[in-house]
């Protein structure tokens, strides 16, 4: 077993709250793979690479010049954290990652961030499944979509994004769409996952939940 947290759920779910959080409480590492498939369509944007091609998706993957500052995403050392995180960049990395030469290209730089010595809370969508199998710790969020367009709508008021419930909903439906019928690595939880039914539940509750998967596990003691 490999001392690793997984943290995979559909968008908008919390995911990163909580893996933040989970990183405070552990001291681990975090690996936000989402940023990786975000940053490979910013690229591709920036080179003009089309999504339907392939073969230079899969060269900009392997050679991807992404790099992580604290919570901050670079691109070739600019600070894109900001850019990465809007809807059409979402949009695109969601069609990319549905591509399955471009998740076996991002698989290795993914498997990279694991280093035994200080541990690894790993969120996305395949890091129990795929990722980190042998992760000592699975979760597995979920809410209806109408929570998380909800949640998202928030989230882009509070940062001066004008946004729209209905667009945002039909958008997250879509996303979660590909990303579960996918044929490689779609969203699904891991046999052994702890699944976390977010929609009712305050973040507080989230958080005593995973916390005690933790203590169950001996991840803290
Ligand atoms: O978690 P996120 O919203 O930042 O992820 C952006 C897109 O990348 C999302 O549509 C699904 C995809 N993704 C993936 O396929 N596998 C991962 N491990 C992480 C993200």
Request: aromatic share 6%; proline share 2%; net charge neutral.
């Given at each position: 077993m490999d001392n690793i947290v997984t943290v995979d759920g559909p968008s908008g779910v919390g995911k990163g709250t909580l893996s933040q959080w989970l990183c405070n409480k552990t001291g681990f590492l975090l690996l936000d793979s989402g940023a990786i498939y975000r940053a490979l369509a910013y690229g591709s944007i920036v080179e003009k690479i089309?999504?339907?091609?392939i073969d230079a998706l899969v060269t900009l993957a392997i050679n991807l010049p992404v790099s992580f500052y604290a919570t901050n995403v670079l691109y070739d050392n600019k600070d894109v954290t900001a850019s990465i995180r809007n809807e059409e960049t979402a949009a695109i990395a969601s069609k990319i990652a549905s591509i399955t030469e471009v998740r076996t290209a991002l698989l290795e730089r993914q498997k990279?961030?694991?280093?035994?010595g200080s541990g690894l809370v790993a969120d996305g969508r395949d890091m129990g499944t795929?990722?980190?199998?042998?992760?000592k710790v699975k979760l597995f969020l979920t809410a209806s979509a109408a929570e998380r367009a909800k949640r998202r709508v928030k989230q882009l008021k509070s940062q001066g994004v004008d946004a729209i419930l209905t667009q945002i909903t039909l958008d997250i439906e879509q996303r979660d769409e590909r990303d579960r019928t996918r044929?490689?690595?779609?969203?699904v939880p891991a046999s052994d996952a702890i699944i976390?039914?977010?929609?009712?539940?305050?973040i507080e509750k989230v958080y005593q939940i995973a916390e005690k998967a933790l203590w169950d596990n001996g991840i803290l003691k």
């Amino acid at each position: 077993m490999d001392n690793i947290v997984t943290v995979d759920g559909p968008s908008g779910v919390g995911k990163g709250t909580l893996s933040q959080w989970l990183c405070n409480k552990t001291g681990f590492l975090l690996l936000d793979s989402g940023a990786i498939y975000r940053a490979l369509a910013y690229g591709s944007i920036v080179e003009k690479i089309s999504e339907t091609d392939i073969d230079a998706l899969v060269t900009l993957a392997i050679n991807l010049p992404v790099s992580f500052y604290a919570t901050n995403v670079l691109y070739d050392n600019k600070d894109v954290t900001a850019s990465i995180r809007n809807e059409e960049t979402a949009a695109i990395a969601s069609k990319i990652a549905s591509i399955t030469e471009v998740r076996t290209a991002l698989l290795e730089r993914q498997k990279s961030f694991y280093n035994k010595g200080s541990g690894l809370v790993a969120d996305g969508r395949d890091m129990g499944t795929v990722v980190f199998p042998k992760a000592k710790v699975k979760l597995f969020l979920t809410a209806s979509a109408a929570e998380r367009a909800k949640r998202r709508v928030k989230q882009l008021k509070s940062q001066g994004v004008d946004a729209i419930l209905t667009q945002i909903t039909l958008d997250i439906e879509q996303r979660d769409e590909r990303d579960r019928t996918r044929l490689s690595s779609p969203l699904v939880p891991a046999s052994d996952a702890i699944i976390i039914d977010t929609t009712y539940l305050s973040i507080e509750k989230v958080y005593q939940i995973a916390e005690k998967a933790l203590w169950d596990n001996g991840i803290l003691k």
